[in-house]
């Protein structure tokens, strides 16, 4: 195979295993905005907040396994309380329209509080999270070698992925689920416990933003900027895929990897330029998203 050939797959293994990552992050958020309908602008939080528990965790434990388990447990924690503490409360007082700009301050004020807070505990300077001895190293195939643990992160997203949808599709959990989703009223009246089930969503969401960040950790250096581009990188792909997809978020976030590694590849000071044009372009043709509902 030749140099260039290799190239070109190498780069495309690249987007493939980036846009995997932001489909994590982006899944939960399209997921909470799509069925409670809130602009969680915080999500990108959880995602750099779970990084900076799995390097706490590795720093006291010396596992990554550990940490992979733990850490989107703790932000979905996080989540949970953030939901039932805060964000229902504000539901409780029937602010009709303007729920969703209060819902909005609230969740800008709550990625400032994680962002100092995480400056206060781990400080500015990047953190370094060691890839685990099982997954360094290369693989090798058609005459090709690319690391193991972008493989893994490719593997890990889609199993995840593949769980969420079965649970979401195919089991009465995601039925009761929809049917909140969809009539909440009518739900209740049907004896579901609607706030239980808005919770459950919510902690959900959160979580798979805590897999991306404790799978994204070594990959990415861990500093507190980090929720800045993923939350720019998340938005884009929820609002060009249609705002409550998840298809059309599995598709652009895709695009937007490979976009990405092939921009940074052959047009290094183009490539924002390059992703915001092609932004431009889809919301300029379909400004509900290539997969969102006309209203």
């Not at 979905?76 to 309380?81: F, N, R, S």
């Not at 706030?195 to 969503?201: A, D, G, K, Y």
């Not at 895709?254 to 889809?282: C, D, H, K, N, R």
Request: aromatic letters at 12%; proline letters at 3%; hydrophobic letters at 60%.
């Amino acid at each position: 195979m030749d140099a260039i050939a290799v190239m070109l797959i190498t780069q495309g293994i690249h987007g493939l295993a980036y846009g995997m990552l932001l489909f994590l992050v982006a899944s939960g958020f399209t997921l909470i905005f799509g069925m409670m309908g809130i602009l969680n602008i915080a999500h990108a939080s959880f995602f750099m907040l779970a990084a900076y528990v799995a390097f706490q965790i590795m720093q006291w434990s010396g596992s990554f396994w550990l940490a992979l388990l733990l850490a989107p447990i703790a932000i979905a924690g996080l989540g949970i309380l953030m939901e039932r503490l805060m964000l229902r409360r504000i539901r409780k007082f029937k602010l009709g329209k303007a729920v969703v700009l209060f819902e909005l301050m609230l969740t800008v004020g709550i990625m400032v509080c994680i962002e100092e807070a995480v400056k206060n505990l781990w400080g500015t300077d990047p953190e370094i999270v060691n890839v685990p001895e099982l997954l360094r190293g290369l693989i090798h195939f058609f005459g090709m070698t690319y690391p193991v643990y972008r493989i893994f992160i490719i593997g890990l997203s889609c199993s995840i992925l593949l769980l969420l949808g079965m649970i979401l599709f195919k089991t009465r959990l995601g039925n009761v689920v929809r049917a909140a989703v969809q009539d909440a009223d009518m739900a209740g009246a049907l004896g579901i416990n609607v706030p239980l089930v808005f919770t459950l969503v919510f902690g959900l969401g959160t979580w798979l933003a805590g897999v991306a960040g404790v799978a994204a950790a070594p990959m990415l250096t861990v500093f507190p900027g980090l929720a800045n581009q993923m939350m720019l990188d998340s938005f884009i792909v929820v609002a060009l895929g249609g705002f409550g997809s998840l298809f059309g978020a599995f598709v652009i976030s895709m695009l937007l990897g490979e976009l990405t590694a092939f921009g940074i590849q052959f047009f290094p000071g183009y490539s924002t330029i390059i992703l915001f044009g092609f932004m431009a372009l889809v919301l300029t043709i379909r400004p509900s998203g290539l997969f969102g509902e006309k209203e």
